[in-house]
């Protein structure tokens, strides 16, 4: 059983930057996918970025591509998604997930854990 912790949310100004972190545990961690879904208020959740097990495969959501990076340290257990240039659009709650149930990872909502979520909040 996997175990998955979001840490660096937070409320930040218009054009400014975070770094999300997830850490893994309870599972071996290096062979899955890893991703990241958002879910707005009154909206449906949306993909925001995936990395394959070896980092040679990443993908983003049009809105977020050039600004956000996706990236992970195996030794660590630990993914990362840093967030640039922030608008107040992405806003929402950030879930780490892991193990994408499709082969195809683009746009993949569809996974086998999550994390409890964290906060993202960007103002005008």
């Known amino acids: 059983q996997v175990h998955l912790v979001e840490s660096g949310g937070g409320l930040v100004q218009a054009g400014g930057s975070l770094r999300l972190s997830c850490a893994a545990s309870g599972s071996p961690f290096d062979m899955y996918t890893k991703g990241w879904i958002r879910q707005a208020p009154g909206n449906e959740r949306e993909f925001v970025a995936a990395i394959s097990w070896s980092a040679r495969t990443v993908d983003y959501a049009e809105s977020v591509k050039g600004r956000f990076t996706i990236s992970r340290d195996n030794a660590k257990n630990t993914v990362y998604l840093q967030m640039n240039s922030l608008k107040p659009e992405d806003t929402a709650v950030y879930y780490c997930?892991?193990?994408?149930?499709?082969?195809?990872?683009?746009?993949?909502?569809?996974?086998?854990?999550w994390g409890q979520g964290t906060q993202v909040t960007v103002s005008s």
């Open positions: 997930v892991l193990d994408c149930r499709h082969t195809v990872l683009t746009g993949c909502l569809s996974w086998n854990s």
